[in-house]
């Protein structure tokens, strides 16, 4: 019965089988500042477009949209 079993070779390992070696301190504020930057970007991307279908009409305003862009409506002297 042990003569047929595959013998795994072990070898040793610093922490866990299959776990990226850590991150150094530089590493991780790199990535960081990749990340803020690429969010930042979807979110001015994601602004400018709603901009964009605002002003064509496609979507509508809310109510902070409504009031930036045409505050006479929210003009109470009228009544």
Do not use: C
Request: aromatic share 8%.
């Amino acid at each position: 019965m042990g003569e047929d079993a595959v013998k795994v070779e072990e070898t040793p390992k610093s922490h866990h089988a299959g776990a990226p070696a850590p991150m150094t301190q530089a590493q991780f504020l790199s990535w960081r500042r990749q990340q803020d930057a690429n969010a930042s970007a979807r979110r001015a991307e994601a602004a400018r477009k709603r901009e964009e279908d605002i002003r064509d009409g496609v979507v509508q305003m809310n109510g902070r949209e409504l009031f930036m862009n045409e505050p006479w409506v929210f003009d109470n002297n009228l009544y």
